[in-house]
């Protein structure tokens, strides 16, 4: 092959590659600026927008673009990954517009790596519990998710019916508006009947207490319910709501709250190895990824 | 091709990657830009939430641009309102932080303008039923939300509870990964399960599709499952997925496909007067509104 026609072959993977990177991707790999043309993007941006950039992006894009320098040749980096740290990390999917293609090629790449887990929801454990057989990689599913705020009668349901298709984790959210009402005795008992249930088939149980949401006194608070109330790991966030995810000063005050007698489970907006080495750092047993594969090129 | 041919090719195209994917300096223009100088803007949004800027929130901007000379003295307003509109208005408050207090406001405000329903989480549903009683408004509930990615069993149970404590408007998500899966015997059973549990109690079922996740025939196909499982309304949109909500063109489609047999149901980043009476003469009959008061402002 000649250099020219390398050039034309690197080109056409990077336009392929490009294409197939979505708008989120596309942030998490933000670095170098003053390129874009071939975007297509619209001149402006509502005042909405820009705030929430600003809030729940500029973080990760600083933390990627720290580590900007170490980003190419993912897939011989992705054989050399350090087996203790695939073992702390939840695989996860759970984009609603997931197919059952999704599900089963994040259920490979767990086996492939050892993750700890792959994290679906609901409808999907019965796939993930065929595709994950023989493998010591755990069926995780959500309860509640994302907003916490449904009955705790359809919680204990979700649980039983999640548990008996194959869960062997189960990743709660907590009512968080019931904990900013002052109902603690409500947000505990929520938390209470769905560990009963998830105990009783054999599962622990994580609660999410979407920490964004919260002032560093309920965070706490949140933590005690749950201790109190036999939970196995406090989480930190969906992923979800706009208001952001995990970050290092929630992990630092749940690893605290808890007092090791909890795993710590960092969750969302997790993009890049320094982001993940640094909830690590704060206190956190788990992490909860979707982008795993940027994480994990980042510790090559 | 030897190793170290491969290694630079690897490199270049990493680079080729790097150099396209960036940050793009933005600005927030117009009229909204003159009125945003006290919110303290970045110089910088990421791609990715530029692009959704321009997927979900431009043409709500355009609109309240242009509707934004009538949108003062909203309280004057307020006791204006056509009666026949109201009686369409889903009054709605779904975020999670949501609290009693902000639970028992959008009541007041329900009866005070004679909504036609309530639309709460699960949780809060016997705190809406106390609040609206001897009122003609409706309790109204979401199951499976936003993701209606699980299981059946528990959005039956959820369904059950819901209506035992109350609820007589069933707002549920269909499994939208399994309908882009292809697994329509999934999605119609998952509708006709749940409508049973809500008819049985007297409750109607609306069925939200997540438009902006579907291509058209995916659309047409989900209204073809509702209508055959049983439901009484199908409904664009959860109004959480950043993918954005309603849209004239989508609620067009789905009044075609039901052809008058169901109700429709336009929800999702209904903002304004003009986009609400956009949906309505779209084929709407029913307007799902959190942001109710800046719409009502535009019609009086």
């Keep these: 092959m000649t250099k020219a026609e390398l050039d034309i072959l690197v080109a056409q993977i990077g336009e392929e590659i490009f294409a197939r990177v979505s708008p989120i991707a596309v942030t998490a790999s933000g670095a170098a600026s003053k390129k874009g043309e071939g975007?297509?993007?619209?001149?402006?941006?509502?005042?909405g927008c820009v705030q929430r950039c600003a809030q729940?992006?500029?973080?990760?894009?600083?933390?990627?673009?720290?580590?900007?320098?170490?980003?190419?040749?993912?897939?011989?980096?992705?054989?050399k990954i350090d087996p203790s740290i695939a073992a702390v990390i939840d695989h996860t999917i759970l984009k609603p517009e997931a197919t059952r293609a999704d599900v089963v090629k994040v259920c490979r790449e767990?086996?492939?790596y050892g993750f700890a887990s792959v994290c679906v929801n609901p409808y999907w454990v019965p796939l993930v519990r065929t595709e994950l057989s023989g493998s010591s990689v755990k069926v995780c599913s959500v309860v509640g998710f994302p907003l916490g705020a449904t009955s705790t009668e359809a919680k204990v349901a979700e649980t039983a019916a999640a548990v008996r298709?194959?869960?062997?984790?189960?990743?709660?959210?907590?009512?968080?508006?019931?904990?900013?009402?002052?109902?603690?005795?409500?947000?505990k008992s929520d938390i209470q009947q769905v560990a009963r249930v998830a105990h009783s088939a054999g599962a622990i149980l994580k609660t999410i207490l979407e920490t964004a949401?919260?002032?560093d006194s309920q965070k706490a608070t949140a933590c005690t319910?749950?201790?109190?109330?036999?939970?196995?790991?406090?989480?930190?966030s969906t992923g979800f709501h706009p208001a952001g995810g995990a970050s290092?000063?929630?992990?630092?005050?749940?690893?605290?709250?808890?007092?090791?007698?909890?795993?710590?489970?960092?969750?969302?907006?997790?993009?890049?190895?320094?982001?993940?080495?640094?909830?690590?750092?704060?206190?956190?047993?788990?992490?909860?990824?979707?982008?795993?594969r940027a994480v994990l090129d980042g510790l090559g």
């Design 110 to 112: 767990a086996r492939q």
């Design 56 to 79: 729940t992006c500029a973080r990760n894009t600083k933390e990627i673009l720290a580590a900007g320098a170490d980003r190419v040749s993912a897939s011989e980096r992705l054989t």
């Design 39 to 47: 975007l297509n993007l619209p001149s402006e941006v509502c005042p």
């Design 165 to 187: 298709a194959g869960a062997q984790e189960i990743d709660m959210v907590i009512n968080v508006g019931a904990l900013r009402s002052g109902d603690h005795e409500a947000v």
């Design 225 to 236: 319910l749950a201790k109190m109330a036999g939970a196995d790991f406090v989480k930190t």
């Design 248 to 292: 290092v000063a929630a992990v630092a005050l749940m690893a605290d709250a808890v007092g090791g007698r909890l795993g710590i489970k960092a969750s969302g907006g997790i993009r890049t190895a320094e982001a993940a080495l640094a909830m690590l750092d704060a206190g956190a047993t788990r992490l909860g990824l979707s982008g795993t």
């Design 213 to 215: 949401l919260l002032d």
